[in-house]
């Protein structure tokens, strides 16, 4: 069975969010800005998806706190 999710993510700067996620996409799992963050995921496995998400979300999280205080 294959899983995919499409997230979309509000961002101050999502440019610049994006530039520091991409060197660690895999190929199954990639990210992309348009106005928003993107994620997009297609795995075998719900666990493997909910995992790739989560490390994203978490990322992305640790991003935003870093813009606020540049």
């Not at 060197?23 to 348009?34: L, T």
Request: hydrophobic share 45%; glycine share 2%.
């Amino acid at each position: 069975m294959l899983c995919h999710a499409r997230l979309e993510v509000e961002s101050k700067d999502a440019e610049s969010v994006v530039r520091s996620l991409k060197p660690d996409d895999p190929e199954w799992c990639s990210c992309f800005a348009n106005e928003k963050i993107i994620i997009v995921v297609s795995v075998e496995k719900v666990g493997t998806l909910l995992s790739a998400l989560d490390d994203y979300l978490m990322n992305i999280k640790m991003c935003e706190k870093i813009l606020n205080i540049l």
